[in-house]
């Protein structure tokens, strides 16, 4: 079993920036990538960006290039998301992803609210 832990979620002003983080334990061989979603009420759950855990890929939605970049640490099996000219459109659960072999799994969520 795998288990992902997310944090720092929050509520931040327009412009502001937030760090996301998500670690992951458990039994976490042959990952393959992790990254964020992000889901509204009564919207589909839609992506924000993937990191590749070997290599240096990235990939990111269109809504987000420019503004958010996504890093990892290897021994702490961590991926970070650093989300910077935040907007209030950016409001949304976040939910983390992460993909191992045939496995994908889903972190809780952590809310972010971004204010006018």
């Known amino acids: 079993q795998v288990q992902l832990v997310e944090s720092g979620g929050g509520l931040v002003q327009a412009g502001g920036s937030l760090i996301l983080s998500c670690a992951a334990s458990?039994?976490?061989?042959?990952?393959?990538?992790m990254g964020w979603f992000r889901q509204t009420p009564g919207k589909e759950r839609e992506f924000v960006a993937r990191?590749?855990?070997?290599?240096?890929?990235?990939d990111f939605a269109d809504s987000v290039k420019g503004r958010f970049t996504i890093s990892r640490d290897n021994a702490k099996k961590t991926v970070y998301l650093q989300m910077n000219n935040l907007k209030p459109e950016d409001t949304a659960i976040y939910y983390c992803?992460?993909?191992?072999?045939?496995?994908?799994?889903w972190g809780q969520g952590t809310q972010v609210t971004v204010s006018s």
């Open positions: 458990g039994r976490t061989f042959n990952m393959y990538s």
């Open positions: 990191i590749y855990w070997s290599g240096t890929r990235t």
């Open positions: 992803n992460l993909v191992a072999g045939s496995v994908s799994v």
